[in-house]
């Protein structure tokens, strides 16, 4: 089974936990008995291994899936499924240090991040679980002969394929509405952060959800996220990552005319007025940018100024940066954590050298020198960026803002909807008038006002452009998940007499 995975820390003899991964409700091993390993990346130390699943691996969860979802799942009353995900925001509460401290030790982030991460794995649980029962079709309002009737059913088998930035909260986004909705799941976590999800498993069996019904393989993605996306039985592909991946993910899934929803990257501007509260402001930025390590999709990555604050908020910005606290997720202190892999180290890293030759560094701009290991980048503000140039217009998914002035409203617009993306935006203004009208005006999926980053469950989450489509949470979020039956009912008792 699954033994708890502990990071080796300096000096300490590194315990190598071995995961299995769950299908058809047992925890098992690839059918090519292949493994991968699973790193801490403030120590770079590998703390388990996970099985290497391939097409036979993701075959052997999909048929389990289909048996569970004809055999049963789609019957069981909207109330029990809702309990059963009530259930599961109980055991996530239960056990919220421990998958906590498990999520920091394997992906990097500061440990009281992961607490927040936990809270509110278990409100989308809750949430969708409370939505179960209200998912209503709908009588329409035909001539009197007749009834017709717009009835909702589970879309059926629904493949998963989630990042690692936000492991377990990503998980329970996609599981619960599919649940809810009455589908079954097939998820596969990333290779990076799959231990969250397959310890919360060891409660799938306790809850009351039946073998099949979530199953849970493990692997990367041309390995095991391809297969999944090919796989004839599944109905439906949901799928936050990158843009490139989202890519061949829906060219793969227009051969059979496969549902998909995606959720992809973001180079999202966030927008300060010089009348916005200053301390605030500069807040706003650290924070719409730098938490999560930066590796977030909504990141407020693009910071416009106005240019009469311009000069004071890159100061003010800079010298509150360079007070960040830097070290491993699992010490309280820590502000930020190590990024997720030396892959997306080396990628963010790549990007600071292209952004010393782009713009000017108001503050970090390299790695740091003073931790012996550990995935660490440092905190960094670039300024006087072109808002054509590629650390303006690419996704680095690391700490690296990219400050920008403008003069005036139009400006700031024009500007901020100049991206191939349009997942989120902020506006930080004390004018109501004036915040308004750029909210109307901003292609984004989200758009705060004096504010980035908080995000409710009840509320939307998705992109406009490249960022994809499809909407998570909410209501929204179960809709991905129905198929809408249209049922006539004929009361005419000689209905046709046509020949
Ligand atoms: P990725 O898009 O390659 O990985 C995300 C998930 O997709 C993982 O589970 C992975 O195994 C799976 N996957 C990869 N190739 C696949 C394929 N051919 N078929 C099916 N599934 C596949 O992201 P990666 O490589 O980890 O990060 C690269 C960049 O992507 C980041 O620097 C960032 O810009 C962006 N990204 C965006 C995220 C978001 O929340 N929108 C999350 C993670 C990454
Ligand atoms: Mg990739």
Redesign the pocket.
């Known amino acids: 089974m699954v033994s708890t995975a502990r990071a080796p820390g300096k000096g300490r003899k590194s315990e190598v936990a071995r995961y299995q991964m769950y299908i058809d409700g047992k925890f098992v091993d690839a059918a090519g008995g292949k493994t991968f390993d699973v790193y801490d990346p403030a120590t770079e130390g590998v703390i388990a291994t996970c099985p290497a699943g391939e097409a036979e691996d993701v075959d052997r969860a999909v048929q389990a899936a289909v048996r569970a979802f004809y055999g049963g799942w789609r019957s069981v009353s909207a109330q029990e499924r809702g309990r059963v995900l009530f259930r599961l925001a109980e055991r996530v509460r239960a056990r919220r240090a421990e998958l906590a401290e498990l999520e920091t030790i394997n992906s990097g982030k500061p440990i009281v991040e992961s607490e927040y991460d936990m809270d509110d794995t278990a409100t989308c649980f809750e949430y969708y679980g409370g939505l179960a029962t209200k998912i209503n079709g709908e009588v329409l309002p035909v001539p009197a002969d007749a009834i017709a009737m717009a009835m909702r059913e589970p879309v059926g088998i629904a493949g998963q394929?989630?990042?690692?930035?936000y492991p377990l909260m990503m998980a329970a986004w996609k599981i619960a509405p599919a649940l809810a909705a009455g589908c079954t799941v097939v998820l596969?976590?990333?290779?990076q952060t799959p231990l969250s999800i397959l310890k919360l498993a060891e409660d799938f069996e306790a809850v009351g959800l039946p073998p099949g019904v979530v199953n849970v393989v493990t692997g990367?993605?041309?390995g095991a996220?391809?297969p999944l996306?090919a796989h004839p039985k599944v109905r439906k592909i949901a799928f936050?990552?990158?843009a490139?991946?989202g890519k061949?993910?829906m060219r793969s899934a227009a051969d059979q005319l496969k549902r998909v929803s995606l959720?992809?990257?973001g180079k999202s501007p966030n927008i300060f007025f010089s009348d916005a509260d200053f301390e605030n402001a500069v807040d706003g930025a650290l924070f719409g940018t730098f938490i999560n390590q930066g590796e977030v999709?909504s990141a407020g990555s693009r910071v416009l100024v106005q240019q009469d604050i311009y000069k004071k908020f890159v100061d003010a910005a800079a010298a509150k940066a360079k007070t960040i606290r830097l070290g491993p997720g699992v010490d309280r202190e820590t502000k930020m954590g190590p990024l997720v892999s030396a892959e997306?180290r080396d990628?963010v890293a790549s990007y600071l050298k292209v952004g010393r030759g782009e713009a000017k560094v108001a503050a970090g701009g390299g790695t740091p020198k003073e931790f012996d290991t550990g995935w660490y980048v440092e905190p960094t503000i670039f300024y006087d960026v072109d808002n054509g140039a590629r650390i303006a217009q690419e996704?680095i998914?690391g700490p690296v803002m990219s400050v920008i002035p403008f003069r005036d409203e139009a400006e700031a617009i024009r500007i901020a909807n100049e991206s191939p993306y349009g997942l989120a935006a902020a506006v930080w203004t004390r004018d109501i008038f004036k915040a308004f009208r750029v909210v109307k005006s901003l292609e984004a999926g989200i758009v705060w006002v004096n504010h980035m980053q908080p995000t409710f469950v009840e509320a939307p989450w998705g992109g406009y452009k490249m960022s994809g489509f499809g909407r998570e949470l909410g209501h929204w979020g179960v809709e991905e998940y129905l198929e809408t039956k249209q049922v006539f009912i004929n009361l005419d008792e000689k209905p046709i007499g046509w020949y």
Do not use: H, M
């Open positions: 394929i989630i990042p690692w930035n596969k976590p990333a290779e990367d993605g041309p996220g391809a996306v936050t990552g990158s490139e991946v061949l993910i959720e992809l990257g999709c997306q990628r996704e998914f």
